[in-house]
């Protein structure tokens, strides 16, 4: 990386170079105007490069003919990518100071001054460039990881089902960070099915990564155990054991339906979960409430079921939070808003009554699950 110095007198730009070399700087790039500057940054004409030049500093004069200083840093600034390169003006006046700063200038040397003060505004220039440039490479590789984490996530997210008895679909809609919102659900034989839907408590990585080592093992569990009391336990049991060196509680909220078509039942927990709800074509909607506390607060946990006696045709809707967290409105008065316009629209197709709950979605900050579930009408 070199230091770009710019001036019109041959006479300061032989001084300042010499100085630096002295002070054993060595790549030092000199031209006399602000154009012959643009050349080496690559946006003369007009030009957008992809890449910055390898320039770690300007010394820029104030005043030159053609174009001064304080313009050409302003086109400089223009340019993302030279957002955060530093900027040192020349002059011997400070009448301009205010405005060159407001063109993104980063410091100033007044001419005259001694050699150690242009030295020492050098020295600190170049450190905040190299702080700077280190923070933002930690920054993308930090942001690569976070794509990486967001498509595994989502890669691990069960298929829609569709077969004579129900159809299973859901929505994950994700926010700028990774969350703990997860969806699973298998067909545990021709007449049973297992949906689980969970929130780890917290955001980012550490929300992600618990709730990507319960997911797996969530198939074992939930084909194993098929009852909701007994996968509630097992779940508790094995998140205490997972996270029993952490010195903070690790816990998730769930709702688990059993949903059997031999009994014609579904049995559910809800532990801590905002509650599903059931549309029918008949009567109220049937609410899921909570059954139970959150999964790894305590040692012992309240596994009692509920169940509900499957009225067809109907739909079930589960949700995360960020469904109902409406700005503004309380978490009860956006779960009652949504329900009023659930039941408007649901007698649509699964799919598309999907898309119109997923419109519900007033912002983005929390990562959303939506699983609707359609039970079909009996074949005879």
């Given amino acids: 990386m070199s230091i770009l110095i710019v001036d019109d007198s041959n006479f300061n730009l032989l001084y300042i170079r010499n100085v630096l070399v002295g002070a054993g700087y060595n790549n030092i790039q000199t031209v006399s105007s602000a154009h012959e500057a643009f050349k080496i940054l690559g946006i003369a004409d007009g030009n957008v490069p992809r890449r910055p030049a390898p320039v770690a500093l300007i010394l820029l004069d104030i005043e030159m003919p053609e174009m001064d200083g304080i313009a050409a840093c302003k086109i400089i600034k223009e340019h993302p990518i030279y957002s955060d390169l530093p900027v040192i003006f020349l002059t011997g006046k400070r009448g301009h100071l205010k405005e060159a700063f407001n063109a993104g200038g980063t410091d100033f040397i007044e001419r005259g001054r001694p050699e150690y003060e242009l030295l020492a505004r050098v020295k600190s220039a170049l450190h905040l460039k190299r702080e700077t440039d280190i923070r933002k490479n930690r920054e993308n590789r930090l942001r690569k990881e976070l794509q990486l984490a967001k498509h595994l996530q ?16 859901a929505k994950y809609i994700q926010s700028e960070e990774v969350s703990g919102d997860m969806f699973f659900w298998t067909r545990i034989d021709d007449q049973k099915y297992g949906v689980l839907l969970m929130d780890v408590s ?29 996968v509630c336990e097992e779940l508790n049991k094995l998140l205490l054991n997972l996270f029993k060196n952490s010195k903070h509680t690790v816990y998730f909220t769930a709702i688990y339906l059993l949903i059997d078509y031999h009994a014609n039942l579904i049995e559910y927990f809800n532990a801590g979960h905002p509650p599903g709800v059931i549309f029918t074509n008949e009567g109220e909607p049937f609410h899921l409430e909570v059954t139970t506390i959150p999964i790894g607060i305590k040692k012992e946990i309240n596994s009692a079921k509920k169940s509900w006696l499957i009225q067809k045709p109907s739909k079930v809707l589960l949700y995360t939070d960020g469904l109902v ?8 008065q956006g779960i009652l808003q949504l329900e009023e316009h659930a039941m408007a629209v649901q007698n649509l197709p699964n799919a598309r009554f999907l898309d119109e709950i997923e419109g519900f979605v007033t912002h983005n900050r929390d990562d959303v699950c939506i699983i609707s579930v359609h039970l079909k009408s009996r074949e005879p």
Avoid: F, T, W, Y
């Fill in 202 to 230: 917290g955001h980012g990585l550490s929300s992600a990564l618990i709730s990507m080592s319960v997911r797996s093992l969530l198939e074992e569990v939930i084909v194993r155990l098929v009852e909701p009391s007994l």
């Fill in 325 to 332: 967290e409406i700005p503004g409105s309380s978490i009860k």
């Fill in 154 to 169: 989502k890669s691990v997210l069960s298929s829609p089902i569709d077969d004579r008895n129900l159809q299973i679909n």
